[in-house]
């Protein structure tokens, strides 16, 4: 009878400990992008970013065990595809940032950068997209 | 001596507000210039894409989006727009049609060399099938030769 009642403390013991392992096996994450154009004379300057944050459990999460992040950044200059390029952070912290300057024989430009953010986490070996962010301006 | 410096001080003022409005009109229709002209290059571009593809439907069937607001209300489709939208550099801005029950949607745009593309998805079963349709059409209008008024 000893016996038994012991046996049923283990058990237990040893569910508490496997879910709390579990529980904690497990890292949360928010990830955030963003952009920025600075119109002047005759250029701009363009940045955009994706980065991720940790959150606590029951806190508002979104992603699970984030191992990248990306940032792609598409500018145009009247119209026209001038830059599509990205970047990949696969260290925490992570984060991607892109930045550069463009400029133009003439005034009267308009330019405008699109950012897209995109992730990898939750096991995925590819990036999935998390959203974007668009500016334009003229100088 | 009085009335004469009274007299320099509103000269002094008229002629900084003068300059000041000018240099504002002048900074304003610059940049107005600016955008009228990328608004006709897309515009021009837009006509002869629709042109070369003679889709009627997407008229009738899909409804121009803008990224953002897709982005908001559906992150799958605004996820498929993304990768259907790889145009190449010295490509002019894509241009977003949906589906008006978001079973399939189109990118547009024209390369450098004046070739329309239209890029296709149709949501399936398991996600999106893609495909592809190129043809040639009339060169990017020269921004710098573009007259707005």
């Known amino acids: ?139 | 001596m009085f009335k004469d410096i009274k007299k320099y001080l509103l000269v002094s003022v008229a002629i900084m507000l003068l300059v000041g409005v000018t240099a504002s009109v002048s900074y304003a229709k610059s940049v107005s210039v600016g955008k009228a002209k990328t608004d006709i290059l897309l515009k021009d571009a837009k006509e002869d894409i629709l042109k070369t593809f003679a889709q009627k439907n997407i008229i009738t069937d899909y409804k121009l989006v803008q990224l953002v607001d897709v982005d908001k209300t559906d992150k799958k489709v605004a996820e498929e727009f993304d990768n259907l939208d790889q145009s190449p550099i010295g490509s002019t801005e894509s241009i977003f049609y949906l589906k008006n029950d978001s079973s399939a949607l189109i990118v547009l745009y024209k390369e450098s060399d004046g070739t329309n593309v239209m890029k296709y998805a149709e949501k399936t079963k398991d996600g999106w099938k893609e495909s592809e349709s190129r043809k040639p059409g009339k060169p990017i209008l020269d921004f710098d030769k573009i007259e707005t008024e």
């Open chain 1, 1 to 139: 009878m000893k016996f038994k009642k012991t046996s049923i403390i283990l058990l237990a013991s040893l569910a508490i400990f496997m879910f709390s392992g579990i529980a904690s096996a497990y890292t949360f994450w928010n990830v955030g992008y963003g952009v920025g154009l600075d119109v002047y004379g005759y250029g701009a300057d363009w940045s955009g970013s994706c980065f991720a944050t940790q959150v606590t459990d029951g806190g508002d999460w979104r992603y699970y065990d984030v191992t990248g992040v990306k940032d792609r950044c598409q500018v145009y200059e009247n119209g026209v595809k001038i830059v599509d390029t990205s970047r990949t952070d696969t260290s925490s912290p992570y984060s991607a940032e892109l930045t550069g300057s463009e400029s133009s024989d003439n005034e009267s430009n308009t330019w405008k950068v699109r950012s897209t953010g995109y992730c990898r986490a939750e096991g995925n070996t590819s990036y999935e997209y998390v959203g974007y962010a668009e500016m334009w301006d003229t100088n």
